[in-house]
């Protein structure tokens, strides 16, 4: 397949931009002649997925709609209707499918997300505060001028800085960022590990339609997406949920089981930690390095994704559980990992809130009560197939992987009495442990679903010729 038309695809499907600084702005739009002259406006300044030819910019801008954002600007009632039903219905309307329930349920999400007032969401990346800020004013100028639109709220993400470094962690402690599906079409070197697995063992991209609106996608069929076809032709969905992290909870819990783990061996509340996600918090898999982190692992792109489970169907080296297993299992439930290749979502987001030093207050309970998380955001051609399927069935059950009701242990919204399973073996320093009465590690504060159209498909709603005829 020849490269897509990066130009006409916003940057941010195309690529992680990989800056340190973030501002998610959530929008309302104005009355529709002006939330179309707001677009028209916006239209030159979108970062599209364009190659960087004098190197990354300072910052960079994109957009995406909810259903009623779409309804506010006047699109025709017979393209509003052809959209998927899960992204006319809304995140909060699917919390039943997700379970966001108990704590997670919309009662206690950031005021915010519980009017279904968010039209829009405008999305800044920046390399320092000042491009960030100066970008920012100019968007709010563009709102006021053209009264298009006001701002409801915003998020502001940012790297974390440990010791003095700019990083890739997350408030676990973990670094993230390895996993991400490659793409047929999409400018950017396949790594082995990213796409999908070959019989022969070798990995390629996944088809263009598992992203992008307009392509075939793994079943040779052209996801479902509104009409007319060119406003959705290289567009695709956004899932965007605020995800708040019990770094308190989280270091409690494994100092008290890494205790029980293996006494007497102080590696062992590393190795517990990373029997959790798959990874050790250098980013080394557990799958490849069962023992020990191996920074030439962790730091070589061909070897930091390039692994199957298939192998190890006992979890004796990485858990069947751990959280990367369950959420992308590779070849771990047969096929040639056939069943898992349309269920892939591509990640983006970005930490919030400070980092909490290891070496911080004795009472780990403040810890939970401070703000920090994760922007999570993920890009697919279906919500209803890819992120809620995955959130659904995956993270919240645990069936597929033969766990029964386990949920994912860091992500599940557990009730009482939950468990979590590192299976161990007869070799010296690993062996099986159950963690019981499982706390609740991550607590949803609030989020939504988004369309994000191509620069075609913004020109047309700005210049209001969206016509499903
Ligand atoms: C606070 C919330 C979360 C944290 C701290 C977290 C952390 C991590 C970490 C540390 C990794 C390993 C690094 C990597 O492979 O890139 C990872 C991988 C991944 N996570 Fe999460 N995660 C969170 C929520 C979620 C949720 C809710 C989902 C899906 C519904 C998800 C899906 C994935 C996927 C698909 C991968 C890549 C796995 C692979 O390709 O091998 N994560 N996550």
Redesign the pocket.
């Known amino acids: 397949m020849s490269k897509l038309n990066a130009t006409d695809i916003q940057g941010f499907v195309l690529r992680g931009y990989n800056m340190p600084f973030a501002r998610y702005c959530f929008l309302r739009l104005g009355e529709p002649k002006r939330a179309r002259a707001f677009l028209d406006r916006l239209l030159g300044v979108i970062t599209t997925g364009q190659t960087w030819d004098q190197g990354k910019p300072q910052s960079t801008v994109n957009i995406a709609f909810t259903h009623k954002g779409l309804a506010a600007l006047d699109l025709p009632i017979a393209t509003l209707i052809s959209f998927p039903v899960e992204f006319q219905q809304g995140m909060r309307a699917r919390g039943g499918i997700l379970g966001d329930t108990g704590v997670n349920s919309d009662e206690h999400w950031d005021p915010l997300w519980r009017e279904d007032d968010v039209h829009a969401w405008l999305g800044i990346h920046a390399l320092s505060q000042n491009a960030l800020h100066e970008r920012f004013t100019q968007l709010q100028a563009m709102m006021e001028e053209t009264g298009g639109a006001t701002l409801l709220d915003s998020e502001d993400a940012a790297s974390l800085v440990i010791d003095g470094k700019v990083t890739l962690k ?1 408030h ?1 402690g ?1 670094t ?4 991400n599906p490659d793409y047929l079409g999409v400018e950017r070197s396949t790594q082995p590990g990213q796409g999908k697995l070959l019989d022969d063992g070798t990995w390629a991209p996944l088809a263009t339609g598992e992203l992008l609106l307009g392509y075939a996608d793994e079943a040779g069929e052209l996801p479902v997406a509104p009409i007319p076809a060119l406003l959705a032709a290289n567009g695709t969905f956004m899932v965007f949920r605020k ?1 708040h ?1 019990n770094v308190g909870t989280f270091r409690r819990f494994l100092n008290e089981w890494a205790a029980r783990y293996g006494a007497g061996n102080a590696m062992a509340r590393e190795k517990l930690a990373s029997k959790f ?1 798959g ?1 050790w918090r250098d ?1 080394t898999p557990v799958e490849l390095s069962p023992d020990r982190p191996d920074p030439a692992i962790a730091q070589d792109p061909k070897r930091s ?1 390039n692994f199957t489970y298939a192998q190890d169907a006992a979890g004796t080296r990485c858990p069947i559980g751990a ?2 297993r369950r ?2 299992p590779r070849d771990a439930f047969g096929f040639q990992g056939r069943l898992i290749n349309r269920r892939r ?1 591509t ?1 983006r987001g970005l930490p919030y809130g400070p980092f909490a030093p290891e070496d911080g207050p004795a009472d780990l309970s403040e810890l939970d009560a401070q703000d920090r ?2 922007l ?1 955001m993920v890009l697919n051609a279906s919500i209803s197939r890819q ?1 809620e399927f ?2 659904q069935q995956w ?1 919240n059950y645990g069936n597929d992987a033969h766990l029964g009701n386990d949920k994912d242990m ?2 599940g919204s557990h009730a009482e009495g939950e468990k979590y399973v590192v299976q161990g073996d007869a070799t010296p320093g690993n062996p099986p442990l159950v963690c019981a009465n499982l706390p609740i590690f ?1 607590e949803l504060r609030g989020g939504e679903y988004f369309f994000l159209p191509s620069i075609t498909a913004l020109g047309m709603m700005a210049m209001e010729l969206v016509d499903p005829r």
């Open positions: 997350e676990f973990y993230d960022g390895f996993g995800l992290q996600i990874r980013g994704t959280h990367m959420v992308h979502i990640r998380g994760v999570f992120f995955v959130q993270v860091l992500m991550v």
